[in-house]
């Protein structure tokens, strides 16, 4: 028989904790803020919608009610694309630091999204 210990976190030290491991991986700026930003924002949609305060409470159906928000909220299929990449790399992070046994976000998929060709410019243009 394997025992696993779970260490149990809050949703704020959780973030500090990611914030950090993404600077220490020598992230871009601009990537540790945005992603940051995205897992806050997830984190509050689950305490406020769900009453969680702790990352092992969190389940597939609470990440997918948020990323349901974003879509009525009118984010584009990237943007909520780009929160699901912040959302994986999280968990990741948690799974690895046994702050999560299962990581939720494992079949959770990105939707599909076509980038439009460049528009090519007249001669006048």
Known sequence: MVLTFLLMINFNDAHTQFVAYLSG?????STILAYGKDIQQMLSHIENEHGKTHVHHIETNDINSFLELLEKEGYTKKSISRKINSIKTFFRLLKTNDFVIDDPS?????????????????KTE
């Open 25 to 29: 991986k020598n992230r871009a700026e």
């Open 106 to 122: 494992a079949i959770i998929t990105h939707p599909k999204f076509q980038t439009p060709p460049p528009r090519i410019l007249s």
